[in-house]
Every structure is written in structure tokens, then in C-alpha cells.
């Protein structure tokens, strides 16, 4: 009997006999990347990589700008951002999602939608730019927050809110007082698996890293970098500013435990002028 596998990337096992990991798409033959500070890079899902839930199954196709083709069973059912919809077949019931009161989300100015496919059928959904696909697998009760427009695809049988993300700090600049929500949105994306496995997928720019939090330690991340994190990681604000400087380095303190993934490509992370007032945060002046 061939020895269990076990993805050192979604940390799932399986029996190991094929070139990717059944829950998540990583190779099973790729060797570890990892930074001199811990960082283990994730590898991108490669082409035709096929991923299964429920009694449907989703192939990724393309490497630069790749496509979630999903052959979906008359039982199953997905979740999506409605502008990632290239095409579906004429069987595939698509429908607006109804979420939780205050969900709101734009994009360039304009509103975002949740819609919902029910098989059978195909259906193919994409970012329709530069990056890669994250297979996300939730176990039965295991939750992440994921920060806002990175949502791909869900399976129809895991829930998904929001929440706060409690983030935030208003600069004061020529008398102006500006709020600023440093993530790129003040709220998180939460999904959860409630009795049975659900699969989430993602779509980041660049190349993606995990590490784990063990209980009690922190780790300083750029602001825009976060992709998710496990609903047990904690999150605050720390600014580093110079003495002779007049504008300030913001960071984001993540406490675990529990896994994190940040993306390689982010936005600038200072901010000019004074600031009034923020949510709990620590500070150094070098």
C-alpha cells in the first residue's frame, strides 16, 4: 500500500498517484520555494490541471490569464462574480445571489454582483487579466477571510458573508480629512464550510506565498499584499515613520495562528500628512 500523501500546500492527503494534488491542483513533484525569511511560494495551478467537487469537476486552462472551465452536474452549483462570466451553455441556471444586508461591492465605479449557476452544464469563468488561479479547499467547519476582488468562484455549499475588517485611519491633508482603508476595502470576504468539503477559487496578480502563525506570533506585511487568511488570524495596524519625514510607512500586523497568503504585487503603501485618528494600531519613529 503506496504511503499517504500529504499537499504541503493545502495540507489535505491523498494517495499521492497523480502529478497534482486533488484538492488544491499543486504538483505533487514540485520541489520547495522557499525565502530566507520562511515563505513557501505557492505554484501556480498548471494548465489542464482538474480539480473535482461534488459530482462536478473544473479544469484550468491557460497560464497568463487563465480560465475556471467547469463541467457542473445537475446537483451542484457555484458562486461568481458576474463580470469573471465568459460563457455558459444554454442548460446552465444562472441567477443574482442575494447576500447578507450591507454587502457592497465597485469595481472602476461600478457595482459588483454575486451570481449563481446550477447545473447541468458548462460554464467558464476568468479574471480576464494577468495572474493565477488559488484552489482554496475548506474543510467542514473551517473559515478564511479574503480580502475584496480577489473571489474567483465558490462551490454553491459553502456560505459566504462579510465582515468588517476593522482597518482603517483618516489623514488630514490641506484641511482635508480623507479615511483611508489600507487592505483596499474596509471589508473582508468571509467563506465557510459548514457539513461538507467546499472548494474556493481565487485569482491573484504575481506570484503567491503561505506561511503558518504559530499561536502568539506576529509577522509585518504590506497592506495590499494580503490575499486571505485563516478567520483566526488577528489584524491591526502598525506605521513606521522617520524623524525627519513627513508622511508615514503603514503596515499590517497579522497575529496567529493559523496560515496566511500574500501576492507579490500591491499598491504603494505610504501616506502623506498627519494622522487624526485610526483603529488600534502601534507605531515606531526611526
Request: with cysteine; proline share 7%; charged share 15%.
Amino acid at each position: 500500500m503506496a504511503d499517504e500523501y500529504r499537499c504541503q500546500y493545502c495540507r489535505l492527503p491523498s494517495a499521492g498517484d497523480s502529478v497534482s494534488c486533488p484538492h488544491c491542483g499543486a504538483p505533487v513533484d514540485v520541489r520547495n520555494r522557499v525565502s530566507r525569511s520562511g515563505w513557501l511560494e505557492l505554484p501556480p495551478v498548471a494548465d489542464m490541471t482538474r480539480l473535482h467537487f461534488g459530482r462536478s469537476s473544473c479544469q484550468i486552462s491557460g497560464s497568463f490569464a487563465p480560465v475556471a472551465e467547469m463541467t457542473l452536474d445537475q446537483s451542484d452549483s457555484i458562486s461568481f462574480i458576474h463580470h469573471g462570466l465568459l460563457h455558459a451553455d444554454p442548460g446552465v441556471q444562472l441567477d443574482q445571489r442575494r447576500m447578507p444586508n450591507g454587502w457592497q461591492r465597485s469595481l472602476a465605479g461600478l457595482p459588483v454582483y454575486v451570481m449563481t449557476a446550477h447545473g447541468p452544464g458548462h460554464i467558464a469563468i476568468s479574471a480576464n487579466e494577468p495572474g493565477a488561479i488559488i484552489a482554496v479547499p475548506l474543510p467542514p467547519g473551517h473559515s478564511v477571510d479574503v480580502t475584496e476582488h480577489r473571489l474567483l468562484a465558490v462551490t454553491g455549499n459553502v456560505s459566504y458573508g462579510w465582515i468588517k475588517a476593522g482597518l482603517w485611519f483618516d489623514t488630514k491633508y490641506n484641511s482635508q480629512l480623507v479615511t483611508h482603508y489600507p487592505l483596499g476595502g474596509a471589508y473582508l470576504d468571509r467563506f465557510t464550510a459548514e457539513e461538507t468539503p467546499g472548494l474556493l477559487f481565487l485569482h491573484t496578480p504575481g506570484s503567491t506565498f503561505v506561511r503558518d502563525l504559530a499561536d502568539g506570533e506576529t509577522i509585518l506585511i504590506k497592506p495590499e499584499a494580503l490575499v486571505w487568511k485563516d478567520h483566526s488570524v488577528t489584524a491591526s495596524l502598525h506605521t513606521e515613520k522617520s524623524n525627519g519625514g513627513s508622511g508615514y510607512y503603514m503596515w499590517i500586523k497579522l497575529s496567529g495562528p493559523g496560515r496566511i497568503v500574500i501576492k507579490s504585487i500591491f499598491g504603494f503603501a505610504g501616506w502623506e500628512g498627519n494622522i487624526v485618528r485610526s483603529s488600534p494600531r502601534t507605531s515606531h519613529a526611526w
